[in-house]
């Protein structure tokens, strides 16, 4: 398996599901392999990626998705799985998303993940604070954790997750716009499906993708509401940093 911090995906049918192993921290320490990956929903896993889970021994899955995502998409079974945590963050921003496509409002499209992520940010805090608790508990490695495209809520998540291991931005904002590559078949297959239907689906790849200022903006809302990275961290989300450098760094 590939160390490299742009992880490496092996799945057939979710392209953005990939591992955290191998990620440098400002100290010279990397994420250990095997332990800890993030993933797009896991309802169309085929049969080899079911086995490809097996294999690596995935035993615990971390739900971000609302309850709605999860009763219209199911996850397929994994057999190695012992637990699943379900840590609901919602998907505001897909309704709003629906009725700006049938208004064919490219502006509004262009700005509902910049504030749908400082809503997380506000909003959310107690959610990611549960699962800092999950990763800082956690005994049955290795884990992945997932929305359903792997790429805003799942983002946040891991630019939490890194910052807290002490990951430079330049490393943390990599690993976030990896997402755009893993996506971009996904999404321009999207598109063109919106387009046969009469729509003019380009405009809604702005939802579709992840943008400096998504980023920007829910970093902007830890600075001026929370004081900062730091102060979220431990102040808010109560991050214990010693026991995830330790549990999580080679």
Do not use: W
């Not at 199911?74 to 919602?90: D, G, L």
């Not at 998540?157 to 690993?175: F, H, N, P, Y």
């Not at 893993?182 to 321009?188: A, D, G, K, M, V």
């Amino acid at each position: 398996m590939d160390a490299a911090p742009n992880g490496y995906t092996f799945l057939e049918n979710q392209p953005n599901f990939r591992s955290l192993e191998g990620i440098l921290t400002a100290g010279g320490k990397r994420f250990r392999k095997n332990l800890v990956y993030r993933s797009g929903s896991l309802n169309k896993l085929s049969p080899g990626d079911i086995g490809r889970l097996q294999d690596i021994g995935l035993a615990t899955v971390i739900d971000f998705r609302s309850d709605r995502e999860v009763e219209s998409y199911p996850s397929e079974i994994i057999p190695s799985v012992k637990q699943t945590f379900r840590i609901t963050i919602a998907d505001e921003a897909r309704d709003r998303a629906m009725e700006l496509l049938d208004r064919n409002d490219a502006m509004g499209l262009e700005q509902i993940l910049v504030t749908d992520y400082r809503r997380m940010i506000r909003n959310d805090s107690g959610r990611f604070a549960e699962f800092f608790r999950v990763l800082e508990q956690a005994g049955d490695l290795p884990l992945v954790y997932h929305c359903a495209a792997g790429k805003d809520r799942t983002g946040i998540a891991t630019v939490l997750l890194l910052s807290a291991l002490g990951v430079e931005t330049d490393i943390i904002m990599r690993d976030y716009f990896l997402s755009n590559e893993r996506l971009e078949s996904f999404i321009n297959k999207l598109i063109t499906k919106i387009c046969e239907q009469g729509k003019n689906g380009e405009i809604i790849r702005p939802m579709m993708e992840v943008r400096p200022e998504y980023l920007r903006a829910a970093l902007d809302e830890i600075e001026t509401s929370f004081g900062g990275m730091e102060n979220y961290l431990g102040s808010v989300l109560k991050a214990d940093t010693g026991l995830l450098r330790a549990k999580y760094l080679e």
